[in-house]
């Protein structure tokens, strides 16, 4: 007998934003979104039970093909399944289309994503009424690609009556429908070129987190536009790059669940858990698991918990893939959440002409930033400014396809040619020193020493400032403790932020601590100018009036 569906997902919606069913914030703002929807009118946008309904039965009709407690039984829905399966296919425009055509959602491991994916792609392959459907699972790798693809695969074989109902035939690589032309296909960036020439109803993109680039998901936005009512399902654990498409698309997700911004075709939902909750403890578990208790095993959880809590090391990957909480590194130095919260975009340098400023720059290599950082101490907090330069032909090679978009957003400036520009840099300089009360200027000498010779003749408080243990891992404490106590204050930058969730550190037996990058694309560079403009200020406070007199004396480890 068939479940009431829209009545079931409706109260999990209801349970949900009232306290009744655990949730994060997130959460509780995609169920309140929902109930908001179904109390409007006239806006363009109606809700149709009966096509909420059919995706569910048609779930129903599929079976499980993984894990030895569920292979071979029909998938049961869970109430959270149903919201936004209901939701997603529910919503209908003037013309019957569906109104949302972007799905993110972030949930951890083992919450049965890949099974959902698999299901979702044979309703819109076969149930969906497209004609000459194209569904692809899409991801950066032919390997992961063929995942949700290799799961439907096995569902319809297991299922004679239904692939014969439905008129499919199972190929190694692919599922076809004859009659129409219909085909669901695996699609990646190694093993399919270009991607040209796609017409896709459906694409499925399994752990966004793991794509390195835009190319795939650039291709599918662009392949979609023929189509009357596309989906794009996005589906992710958490992932550890700050500066990727996928934390790109979930910044944005999260704008629209904050309605930040009005997207009435994009649908987001992600389980985590909120800031503050303890997370070794098992109702924050709950928290962030949907099917805690189902395919989520709570005796897994406690044993990879107890690792966590004994060794470091493992703490972030508990953190990531069972709690979705995005960090960057194996031994991540700053905790991003409370960064995060240090951000004011409303925050402007202008208002702090005249006062007391501690500058610091990080001079790069051909493919490194560029970095300037001013910090103001003001009224027991530190207002932390930071300037990015970077050639035009490292933006141009695509080194990282966030550059581009910082530099037209402004937080970037990309200077000409394939080398640093020292003499704008200098002039940047310069210009501070006649609009703030510059005490000093720490310098790397790698790479700058020239650039500071010069500024010296010009009466720049320059000082060299070694990249060392002894030099800068009292300012990283500072820098780390202002901004877990809220006396830390920036404009939002995410190049810096982008460059302090990369850092890691390791602490010597002297609890001293470096900051160090994992990996070469992880740049560090604003970060360490940043780290470097407190060492200028705890330095100036130790010595007194008689360093800041001494006007562009070295001080050396």
Known sequence: MSRDYVQIATDYAHEVVSGKIPACLYVRQACQRQIDDLARTDWGYTFDPAKARKICKFMELLPHVEGKQWAGQDIVLKPWQMFILTTVFGWVDASANRRY???????????????????????????????????YSAASKASQAKISLDV???????????????????????????????????????????????????????????????????SVDTATGARAQPLVWEITTA???????????????????????????VFAIVYT?????????????????????????????????????EMASAQNEFLTKHLNVWVNASTAWMNMSAWDKCADPTLEIEDFI??????????????DLTAKARVFPRDGKYYLFCESYL????????????YAGWVNDGWIIATDGNTVDLPRIGDG????????????????????????????????????????????????????????????????????????????????????IFPRKEFPENKIDCAVAAIMAFAALIKAEQSGPAYLETGGVLYVD
């Not at 500066?243 to 009435?264: F, M, N």
């Not at 005249?354 to 493919?367: M, N, P, T, W, Y």
């Not at 009466?459 to 780390?480: D, F, Y």
Request: with cysteine; charged share 30%.
């Open 273 to 309: 858990i909120d800031e503050g909750d303890p997370w070794f403890e098992e109702a924050t578990w709950r928290k962030a698991n949907p099917n805690y208790g189902v395919s989520v095993n709570p005796e897994d959880l406690r044993r990879k918990a107890t690792k966590a809590q």
């Open 391 to 402: 050639p035009e032909s490292v933006i141009d090679a695509g080194v990282n396809d966030s």
């Open 152 to 218: 439907a695969r096995r569902m319809v074989k297991k299922k004679p009556k239904l692939k014969d109902g439905l008129g499919l035939t199972v190929y190694e690589h692919s599922i076809f429908r004859v009659s129409d032309g219909s085909h669901f296909r695996a699609l990646s960036k190694d093993n399919d070129g270009s991607q040209d020439g796609l017409n896709i109803s459906c694409a499925l993109v399994d752990e966004v987190h793991a794509h390195t680039s835009r190319d795939t998901l650039g």
């Open 429 to 512: 300089i310069r210009e501070d020193a006649s609009r703030f009360a510059v005490e000093t200027v720490h310098f790397d000498p790698w790479n700058a020493t020239e650039l500071a010779t010069r500024l010296l003749a010009d009466g720049a408080p320059m000082v060299e400032c070694r990249m060392s243990t002894q030099n800068l891992s009292e300012a990283m404490k500072l820098l780390e403790a202002a901004v877990a106590d809220g006396t830390l204050v920036h404009d939002g930058n995410p190049v810096l932020s982008w460059c302090v969730s990369n850092i890691v550190c390791k602490t010597d037996a002297n609890d001293n």
């Open 239 to 265: 992932g550890s790059d700050r500066s990727g498409i996928c934390y790109e698309e979930r910044a944005y997700a999260l704008k629209v669940l904050s309605g930040g911004v009005q997207d009435e075709t």
């Open 101 to 135: 055509r972007k799905v993110y959602e972030e949930v951890p491991r083992k919450n049965a994503k890949t099974t959902k994916l698999a299901g979702v792609g044979l309703f819109c392959l076969a149930a969906d009424g497209e004609v000459g459907a194209g569904v």
């Open 354 to 367: 005249g006062e007391r400023c501690f500058e610091a720059l990080d001079v790069a290599s051909k493919l």
